[in-house]
């Protein structure tokens, strides 16, 4: 995707695109929500998550994989995410830097146009306006239709369209290849320095 004027391509989100926000009754672990598997710590190598980070509440462990938890048979499987990350305020941004970005706003639209003409390509999708908590989180169990791509920016607007400080992904997510199938989109499951994505999902 070309960049416009006033918007930056967005290099991130790729592959699986957007990963954590994790809220509910059952936390990433056990009932205490002490608990915190490899497989949500992958996107955080070498940063241990406080006490804190690790309770059962909408602000807990940014930057790690949710769906290692909130997923269908997973530990928070009464709250699977269908879509999910967090949002920072720089690229290389660690997951207990602080820089999580509150108040952002995160859009899941059409990754292509509806073939009976309902939708068109980059339309934002039914409640696919999301908000970015106190440390950037961001999670929804709304089904969308696939494939999807996003967009992030700040602002006050009706949406992202004219806000000016938004990037947009480029590739698109949500569709198994194979099965054309919907799939649950986990950000931080790609984006950190080693994973597909290279970056955090961030807005400059």
């Not at 820089?99 to 859009?107: C, F, R």
């Not at 440390?135 to 696939?146: I, P, Q």
């Not at 494939?147 to 949406?159: L, Q, S």
């Amino acid at each position: 995707m070309s960049s416009h004027r006033g918007r930056r391509p967005l290099g991130w989100l790729s592959a699986l695109g957007l990963g954590l926000a994790l809220l509910g009754t059952s936390a990433c672990g056990d009932t205490d929500g002490l608990t915190v598997p490899a497989e949500a710590q992958a996107s955080c190598q070498g940063e241990d998550p406080t006490d804190a980070m690790k309770m059962a509440t909408a602000t807990m462990l940014p930057g790690r994989v949710c769906g290692a938890c909130h997923s269908t048979g997973g530990q928070a499987k009464n709250s699977p995410w269908t879509v999910s990350g967090t949002l920072f305020a720089n690229k290389t941004s660690g997951c207990n830097s602080g820089e999580g970005l509150p108040n952002m706003v995160v859009e899941i639209l059409y990754g292509q146009d509806d073939p009976q003409g309902a939708y068109k390509y980059g339309q934002v999708q039914p409640k696919g306006r999301l908000t970015t908590n106190s440390v950037g989180n961001f999670y929804t169990a709304t089904k969308f239709t696939a494939p999807m791509i996003a967009r992030v920016c700040e602002t006050t607007g009706p949406d992202c369209s004219t806000a000016k400080r938004v990037q947009t992904m480029i590739q698109k997510v949500g569709q198994d290849p194979a099965t054309g199938a919907t799939v649950r989109v986990d950000c931080n499951l790609c984006h950190y320095a080693g994973g597909q994505a290279l970056t955090r999902i961030y807005l400059p």
